[in-house]
């Protein structure tokens, strides 16, 4: 008799399940029917904001970024998390910000109204900049995946982060590459007229120019041009055995399709901007030999990158363009503090965001007192046969460079 | 001297492509009254049809200029396709509406058009496949490519073609008459809508093709392309007085020259205050000055009804 009730009530429990599946995600399974069960765990939902470029020419970027993030999420939900005693279901609120500065203080407003607990973003500087003081008015920790302008970090925000090398850190070690391994005497800089490739374009000069480089040409172009032939004519008149690029893989393609048609032989270098797969689609036979720097280890030296790529690969079918894997260590880094903090309060957690050491698929994670991340690696490639090769392994701040030969080699001089 | 030389070259590979399009913009212009601001757009969908006819056929085997004709063909079939449409949904029933109404519908067109194309190509610049490899040739120390010759040739022989076309075929001569007096035209027994279908089939016609050279050109498309591509070719059919076909000819090709020496020289001329990102500033300049000086642009026709 009390057998059959207990029965009746399974049964009832699994058709509750049955009929609530299609609106919610299944409750935990039908416990109730051991009697006095534990009382399950409170779930709460916390939201993690992802703010990136989802359309108009840099979507392709943007849209990995919102990808890591989104393998974040779901990767933490399958694991389970548990955060003061509370079991947590976390979700990912997308925005697109059409890298536009203006359409960023937007879509920061909305995920700041929308009450997220952390944001992953945005991808251009031009855009994390201006976003960063409303995250900073309300509190809400954001976590550059990509942004490289210095500036992102020197506003004095406590919330603002960053999980890749800036441009004070990469200008300078593109200039320091060009000097001392391609022997650059004259040099040609162009930018996209972006606080990235303008920002990145400065930090380089300043460098090749300390180290006694010529500057023969300072060109702007702009990030929605395609035709570069009137600024490379005037740079080929100045006779550069170096071109350097500030600006992305869009403008960067087309540019150096131009150059080879019009003669020039001149090396090529450019930021993180253009280390694309896209980049050698757009540039095709034109982009041999061509180099750009990249910050981070190579996606295959990636502590994690290898289960990462493949990872990636199975779930959206596509390769990973860029950041992802940034995006992803930064909803990790998130969670830990939370863990940390006991709490998914962005006012309590926030300053274990300041104390993460956490070792993500990129590597190592930890950040300066500003919010820079330290001692980020920063990765010089070269395309050959079609293929970005990783050429050199930098790390700014750690006098050792990460290959030994390069060391062995500045023993020597200095003797 | 080379270097000025080379930026000629450039202007002119750059101007050429801006006068085709141009022309769409002008012949619709002249005889409708109608700024077409969907043309760009149909540039785009054209320079996309040729990228994607040119990915599918480029392992067939076929030799590259048959793929090329084949995927110039689909493009001006798609973008002619696609203009007298969009003249027969979205501006035949406002003919006799205020000036303001189509104005807008184009505008609203345009963006259906991008969005469409973003829908159907995707966001993502998407990369020409190199068919042909073309050789270089110098001239005084200035190199240019074969490419670029070849689309400075058929520009000039299509732009040639197209004013023996309105000169002296019955249909061109239909066409300044409706261009002259749509209403008398009518009277004396041309079909005025046949004509204004016509025009749209031949200034998509023209746009297509720039598309297909811009695609060869930078290898590269997007569905945002044709806007600023439009705007330019707008401002150079403006420049060389709108309306008026050999103007928009004559303004492209200036307006691509402006560019190129502006961006050349600018940051000498200025000491470095601008840029050659400031180009545009040059071109708007002499529009400005142009428009102030000759109002109905450099070889307009002073009109009375149209301003």
Redesign the interface.
């Known amino acids: 008799m009390k057998r059959r009730h207990l029965l009746s009530v399974v049964a009832a429990l699994a058709l509750a399940v049955i009929y609530g599946c299609g609106k919610e995600a299944p409750p935990p399974a039908p416990k109730a029917a051991a009697p006095a069960a534990a009382p399950a765990p409170e779930m709460i939902t916390v939201k993690i904001g992802s703010a990136s470029p989802l359309t108009g020419p840099q979507a392709h970027i943007g849209i990995d970024i919102r990808n890591g993030v989104q393998l974040a999420v779901e990767d933490l939900n399958a694991a389970g998390v548990e955060i003061g005693g509370k079991k947590v279901k976390f979700e990912m609120v997308a925005e697109d910000d059409e890298a536009n500065p203006t359409k960023a203080t937007t879509v920061a407003q909305k995920l700041a109204d929308a009450k997220v607990a952390a944001v992953v973003g945005h991808f251009n500087s031009g855009a994390s900049i201006p976003a960063s003081k409303i995250y900073a008015d309300a509190g809400i920790p954001q976590i550059s995946p990509s942004s490289t302008n210095p500036k992102y970090t020197q506003q004095g925000f406590k919330t603002t982060f960053r999980v890749v090398a800036h441009d004070d850190q990469q200008g300078p070690t593109l200039g320091k590459f060009a000097i001392e391994k391609l022997k650059a005497k004259s040099i040609a800089i162009i930018d996209d007229s972006t606080a990235y490739g303008q920002g990145l374009a400065d930090a380089f000069e300043a460098t090749a120019r300390a180290a006694g480089a010529k500057i023969v040409a300072r060109e702007h172009t702009t990030d929605k041009d395609t035709d570069f032939s009137a600024i490379l004519t005037k740079i080929k008149g100045r006779k550069p055995d170096l071109i350097m690029f500030g600006g992305i893989d869009p403008q960067a393609g087309p540019m150096v399709k131009q150059m080879v048609s019009l003669g020039i032989k001149a090396k090529f270098i450019g930021g993180d901007g253009m280390q694309t797969p896209n980049f050698i689609k757009l540039a095709g036979d034109a982009a041999e030999g061509m180099m750009a720097s990249m910050p981070g280890l190579p996606k295959d030296q990636m502590p994690g990158g290898k289960a990462f790529v493949e990872k990636y690969k199975a779930k959206f079918n596509a390769e990973v363009e860029l950041f992802a894997p940034m995006g992803y260590d930064a909803v990790m880094v998130f969670v830990e503090a939370m863990k940390r903090a006991a709490s998914a309060d962005p006012a309590k957690f926030l300053p274990e965001v300041g104390n993460t050491n956490h070792q993500g698929v990129i590597g190592p994670i930890a950040f300066d007192d500003k919010g820079d991340l330290k001692n980020g690696p920063i990765t010089i490639y070269v395309v050959k046969g079609g293929k970005w090769e990783a050429l050199e392994t930098v790390t700014p701040g750690a006098p050792e460079s990460a290959e030994p030969k390069a060391a062995e080699k500045s023993d020597a001089a200095k003797k | 001297m080379?270097?000025f030389l080379?930026?000629l070259i450039?202007?002119l590979?750059?101007g050429s492509i801006y006068a085709l399009v141009a022309l769409g913009y002008t012949m619709v212009y002249g005889i409708l009254g109608l700024i077409n601001f969907a043309h760009g757009d149909i540039v785009m969908v054209g320079a996309l049809v040729t990228l994607t006819v040119t990915q599918a056929l480029a392992g067939s085997g076929l030799p590259a200029p048959v793929i090329l004709l084949i995927a110039a063909c689909a493009a001006i079939a798609v973008c002619i396709l696609l203009g007298i449409s969009m003249e027969r949904v979205a501006y035949r029933p406002l003919r006799r509406a205020p000036r303001l109404a189509p104005l807008i519908t184009a505008i609203g067109i345009s963006m259906l058009l991008q969005y469409s194309a973003?829908l159907i190509w995707g966001?993502?610049?998407m990369?020409m496949?190199?068919l042909i490899k073309?050789d270089?040739y110098?001239v005084a120390g200035a190199?240019?490519?074969g490419?670029?010759a070849f689309i400075f040739l058929l520009a000039c022989a299509v732009m040639a073609g197209l004013l023996w076309f309105i000169k002296t075929s019955r249909i061109g001569q239909a066409m300044r008459a409706t261009e002259q007096n749509p209403d008398v035209a009518g009277l004396m027994g041309i079909d005025t809508n046949r004509i204004i279908s016509f025009t749209f089939l031949l200034g998509s016609a023209l746009g297509a093709l720039a598309g297909v050279m811009v695609v060869l050109y930078?290898?590269?498309g997007?569905y945002?392309?044709g806007f600023?591509l439009g705007m330019k070719a707008f401002t150079a059919a403006v420049l060389g007085g709108i309306g008026n076909v050999p103007g928009a000819m004559l303004g492209g090709m200036l307006l691509g020259l402006i560019?190129?020496?502006?961006?050349?020289?600018i940051?000498d001329l200025t000491g470095?205050v601008l840029?050659?990102?400031y180009?545009d500033i040059f071109a708007f300049l002499v529009l400005i000055l142009v428009l102030v000086l000759r109002p109905s642009g450099l070889m307009g026709q002073r009109v009375s009804d149209r301003a």
């Open positions: 080379d270097i080379q930026q450039n202007g590979v750059l973003a966001k993502q610049y990369p496949p190199e073309t270089h110098a190199q240019f490519t490419l670029q930078y290898g590269l997007h945002f392309m600023m560019e190129s020496l502006a961006s050349g020289y940051g470095g840029g050659s990102n180009r």
